[in-house]
């Protein structure tokens, strides 16, 4: 029986790829090359929708790649790449432009924060559209589950929509994603900010573990992560919201559950949790830390890596949209 198909994408708009992000999304991708048709993209393109220095850009592509490999994806076991390189995700993005209605689009909450941010004026129609292309670089590949953290369920779920309303109208090509979430690491909090989840752009830089970071800045982040009152060291979001994500992110890293967690802490302090927490995280990314930066030594293989990807992602890519411009009525270059 072939595999079911899963694409996912990431931005390159950091240094490096943060607790969240590996959580949330990433460590899924490592786990689901093993049992799936994966398509993994750099969504170079998204992260233009704020203005980016063009050599930071060029680094940020690069070691997001080194990162996505250090981390554990087999560019034998999936096909990595780089949006840009698929030209075909602007030409459906496009046709996809053409389905959405403006109010809809205007109700993406992301776009809503990001855009309230910044205000009117500074804000590009690029953010406007962003969930657009991402509809497009799921459904040009019939993904059937795409893997990311919570923040990204509504982006699915106008993707679903676009697919559907495609297919109805016009003719049925598209696969219908669903959005592969794990329940227990869907959102990763900020440190400093336990009601908000960590985020490159939104965190103050004390908030968020960076995993290319120094083990000892790490280990003194979390160290200084906001606790809350009382002593007890127990799982409950609602009370305790930095004990809870401190649970969390041990059990993700170290496979504990967190009910055994609960019995290990009873009766230590919030300082031996943060201390435990510092070690399993500093000891799990030292590794990746030191293989991104041996991969990055040699940047003409990474290159390569991204035009195997990039040729196999072409191919499945083209012929979506060969079928998509006929079923529309657009009619073939001779
Ligand atoms: P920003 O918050 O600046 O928009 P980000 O930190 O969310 O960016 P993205 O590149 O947008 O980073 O996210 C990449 C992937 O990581 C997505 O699948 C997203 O859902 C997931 N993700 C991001 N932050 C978290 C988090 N705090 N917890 C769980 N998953 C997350
Ligand atoms: N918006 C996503 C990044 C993204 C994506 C995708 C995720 C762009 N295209 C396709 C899954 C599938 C984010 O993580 N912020």
Not at 66 to 93: E, I, R, T, Y
Not at 147 to 171: A, W
Not at 188 to 196: E, H, K, T, W, Y
Not at 221 to 237: C, H, L, M, P, Q
Request: proline share 4%; charged share 25%; with cysteine.
């Amino acid at each position: 029986m072939s595999k079911e198909r899963i694409l996912s994408g990431i931005q390159p708009t950091g240094g490096s790829f943060h607790l969240g992000n590996y959580l949330g999304a990433l460590k899924q991708w490592v786990d689901l090359q093993e049992s799936h048709d994966a398509f993994y993209c750099v969504v170079d393109l998204h992260a233009i929708t704020v203005q980016v220095d063009p050599k930071i850009l060029r680094e940020r592509s690069l070691t997001s790649t080194a990162q996505l490999l250090a981390l554990g994806l087999d560019p034998a076991k999936c096909s990595l790449f780089m949006q840009s390189h698929v030209p075909a995700h602007n030409q459906l993005g496009w046709v996809m432009e053409c389905l959405t209605g403006f109010g809809e689009a205007g109700r993406m909450t992301q776009f809503k924060d990001k855009s309230q941010k910044s205000g009117a004026d500074r804000t590009v129609v690029g953010l406007f559209t962003y969930p657009i292309l991402q509809a497009a670089d799921i459904l040009l590949y019939q993904a059937k589950y795409v893997p990311v953290g919570e923040d990204q369920r509504q982006h699915i779920e106008l993707t679903r929509d676009l697919g559907q309303r495609f297919n109805s109208t016009y003719k049925d090509i598209f696969t219908i994603p669903e959005a592969y979430i794990t329940k227990a690491a869907a959102k990763i909090n900020d440190l400093q900010d336990p009601s908000a989840k960590m985020s490159k752009t939104n965190s103050s830089p004390a908030g968020v573990v960076d995993i290319l970071d120094a083990p000892e800045v790490n280990a003194k982040k979390i160290k200084s992560a906001v606790t809350d009152t009382g002593r007890e060291i127990k799982f409950d979001s609602a009370e305790k919201p930095g004990v809870s994500n401190l649970l969390t992110i041990h059990s993700a890293l170290s496979g504990k559950s967190i009910a055994d967690l609960e019995s290990e802490f009873a009766g230590k302090g919030y300082g031996d949790l943060k201390g435990a927490v510092a070690e399993v995280v500093v000891e799990y990314f030292r590794p990746v830390r030191e293989r991104t930066m041996e991969l990055l030594k040699d940047p003409a293989e990474l290159t390569k890596i991204l035009k195997v990807g990039a040729d196999k992602a072409n191919t499945v890519a083209e012929d979506t949209l060969k079928k998509v411009y006929d079923a529309m009525g657009l009619i073939p270059r001779a």
